[in-house]
């Protein structure tokens, strides 16, 4: 089993900036990979990026040169600096742990950005 626990989630005005923080726990050494995903209101849940433990990054187009997923492996934490933010980035930002058995979410935290 694996626990996450998101936080960093705020309201910010167009064009600024937030860092996202997801704390895992548990059955840390299985994880292959992490990534956050957002849902808007009324929208599925969709992945805005992911890291491996190799380090390799990927990122959904929108958020592209904007947003940076980044992972400090001591205190097993996984980071989303979100910078220019829009207000389209408003959601609901879910932390997701990939290992061979399962995957696993967090609650999430709420971004909102006004215009």
């Known amino acids: 089993q694996v626990q996450l626990v998101e936080s960093g989630g705020g309201l910010v005005q167009a064009g600024g900036s937030l860092r996202l923080s997801c704390a895992a726990s548990?059955?840390?050494?299985?994880?292959?990979?992490m990534g956050w995903h957002r849902q808007a209101p009324g929208k599925q849940r969709d992945l805005v990026a992911v890291i491996t433990v190799g380090g390799s990054t990927n990122y959904a187009e929108s958020v592209k040169g904007r947003f940076t997923i980044s992972r400090d492996n001591a205190n097993n934490t996984v980071y989303l600096q979100m910078n220019t933010l829009k207000p389209e980035d408003t959601g609901v930002y879910y932390c997701?742990?990939?290992?061979?058995?399962?995957?696993?979410w967090g609650k999430g935290t709420l971004v909102t950005v006004s215009s």
């Open positions: 548990g059955s840390i050494f299985s994880i292959y990979a």
């Open positions: 997701k742990a990939l290992t061979s058995a399962a995957s696993y």
